[in-house]
């Protein structure tokens, strides 16, 4: 079996030479380069073949530009799961509001269970567009240190009103051309006089690309890209587990779950 999976060492090779080549790519062929590296990685290689594969990846990501590196995050550099193989909430389900949630959560969490959490967190959908602690999609901000960043009912306000704030790096744009078509998304990139836009924040290969020539107007949208309501289908426990997890910064060991 290990014999019938050997990686292409050619292929490998190019991978590896092409790694340092910052300019002249199109995004299509970036994009098929991270495919590639991918597709190296399920191979089988050795002990140390998927390290290799995975330098190769993370020095090549260096030589890519921000928006090179925005564009591609969620499809190729870090696939978020299919919606089809995420868990089920447990409920009940319940129309959760900011008031709710601080009044569950105030005071000090304890006796959670971090694995709990990390379900419910991929229950909720968070996973599909945010990272935490390494995995998830990465459409929406890294959420590993939100402890750092947000009190507790900002977290709360974040979770059940996204519309309320939203970060300008992760503000969606309505794009209105000459012709009169309005594309609402994210701007992930801008090059060689076309905009690309990401449409939705669930699914980053849905992308539309727009002359910049055609564009009208490009104004900032009121509405976050984040989905309200995703608290909904969490019963009591899970949305408690799931607060001690976003405030664990990924630490199992962290008092908040020791029983």
Same mark, same amino acid.
């Given at each position: 079996?290990?014999?019938?999976?050997?990686?292409?060492?050619?292929?490998?090779?190019?991978?590896?030479?092409?790694?340092?080549?910052?300019?002249?790519?199109?995004?299509?062929?970036?994009?098929?380069?991270?495919?590639?590296?991918?597709?190296?990685?399920?191979?089988?290689?050795?002990?140390?073949?998927?390290?290799?594969?995975?330098?190769?990846?993370?020095?090549?990501?260096?030589?890519?530009?921000?928006?090179?590196?925005?564009?591609?995050?969620?499809?190729?550099?870090?696939?978020?799961?299919?919606? $089809?193989? +995420?868990?089920? !909430?447990?409920?009940?389900?319940? #129309?959760?509001?900011? @008031?709710?949630? &601080?009044?569950?959560?105030? *005071?000090?969490?304890?006796?959670?269970?971090?694995?709990?959490?990390?379900?419910?967190?991929?229950?909720?959908?968070?996973?599909?567009?945010?990272?935490?602690?390494?995995?998830?999609?990465?459409?929406?901000?890294?959420?590993?240190?939100?402890?750092?960043?947000?009190?507790?009912?900002?977290?709360? $306000?974040? +979770?059940?009103? !996204?519309?309320?704030?939203?970060? #300008?790096?992760?503000? @969606?744009?309505? &794009?209105?051309?000459?012709? *009169?078509?309005?594309?609402?998304?994210?701007?992930?990139?801008?090059?060689?006089?076309?905009?690309?836009?990401?449409?939705?924040?669930?699914?980053?290969?849905?992308?539309?690309?727009?002359?910049?020539?055609?564009?009208?107007?490009?104004?900032?949208?009121?509405?976050?890209?984040?989905?309200?309501?995703?608290?909904?289908?969490?019963?009591?426990?899970?949305?408690? #587990?799931?607060?001690?997890?976003?405030?664990?910064?990924?630490?199992?060991?962290?008092?908040?779950?020791?029983?």
């Amino acid at each position: 079996e290990m014999l019938a999976n050997h990686p292409d060492l050619d292929k490998v090779h190019y991978a590896l030479v092409l790694r340092n080549m910052q300019y002249g790519w199109t995004l299509d062929e970036r994009r098929r380069y991270f495919e590639h590296l991918n597709a190296l990685r399920e191979k089988s290689g050795g002990a140390s073949y998927t390290g290799f594969i995975d330098n190769i990846r993370k020095e090549a990501l260096e030589n890519t530009s921000a928006a090179e590196r925005e564009a591609l995050a969620s499809s190729v550099v870090f696939k978020p799961p299919k919606p $089809e193989d +995420l868990p089920k !909430p447990h409920g009940p389900k319940r #129309d959760w509001t900011t @008031a709710d949630l &601080v009044q569950l959560t105030e *005071g000090e969490l304890s006796g959670r269970n971090y694995e709990n959490g990390k379900r419910a967190y991929a229950a909720a959908r968070c996973v599909v567009c945010h990272r935490f602690a390494g995995d998830g999609g990465a459409t929406g901000p890294d959420l590993t240190n939100a402890a750092g960043r947000f009190s507790r009912r900002d977290l709360a $306000e974040a +979770l059940i009103e !996204p519309d309320k704030v939203i970060s #300008d790096q992760y503000r @969606a744009s309505i &794009v209105t051309t000459v012709q *009169g078509k309005v594309i609402s998304g994210r701007i992930i990139s801008e090059q060689d006089g076309t905009l690309t836009v990401m449409t939705d924040p669930q699914d980053a290969s849905v992308l539309v690309e727009v002359d910049r020539q055609s564009v009208d107007e490009v104004i900032p949208s009121k509405t976050s890209l984040m989905p309200k309501d995703l608290l909904d289908p969490l019963g009591e426990e899970e949305v408690l #587990d799931l607060v001690a997890f976003l405030l664990s910064r990924g630490n199992p060991s962290d008092p908040m779950f020791a029983k």
